[in-house]
């Protein structure tokens, strides 16, 4: 059934299973790879859902930057993630939820092989700004070399 809502477009019913998507390249970053939740498709662009996880090892990570958008949260499913949120530096880990409020300038720049998160933002089609660095990063930690 589909439902118009008040406030904006069409929203339809969604069940993507976990086969019908598959983890792909293509998406913000080229060191992650992200998985369609099909949920911009199902509210007509009013919001994203997509899983996230590590493809290679940090080097640079994400950049100073901002979003314009009007909600956005990070659930870490697996593994680890450090964040620079302006100047204080956030560990994420497996179960934590961040609520990252509108234009807050920040920076992922350590990870771990397993990280995996659920990352939520409306709308579907919102953007990045790179930002002036506020602060030092800490140097990522290097991964295990495969031996």
């Known amino acids: 059934m589909d439902t118009k809502t008040e406030a904006g477009p069409k929203t339809v019913f969604s069940h993507v299973r976990e086969g019908d998507t598959e983890f792909e390249s293509g998406g913000l970053r080229d060191f992650f ?23 290679m090892a940090p080097e640079v990570g994400t950049g100073w930057h901002r979003h314009e958008a009007d909600f956005h949260i990070v659930y870490m499913l697996k593994g680890w993630a450090r964040f620079m949120y302006e100047d ?25 092989e397993d990280m995996e998160y659920l990352e939520i933002v409306s709308p579907a089609a919102f953007t990045s700004i790179d930002m002036p660095a506020p602060c030092p990063v800490p140097a990522p930690a290097p991964w295990p070399k495969e031996g």
Do not use: M, W
Not at 34 to 55: E, F, M
């Open 88 to 112: 204080k530096e956030t560990l994420v880990k497996a179960g934590d939820c961040v609520h990252q409020r509108p234009g807050i300038v920040h920076f992922l720049f350590d990870y771990s």
């Open 33 to 55: 790879l992200y998985r369609d939740l099909g949920i911009a498709a199902a509210t007509g662009g009013q919001v994203v859902a997509h899983l996230v996880k590590a493809n």
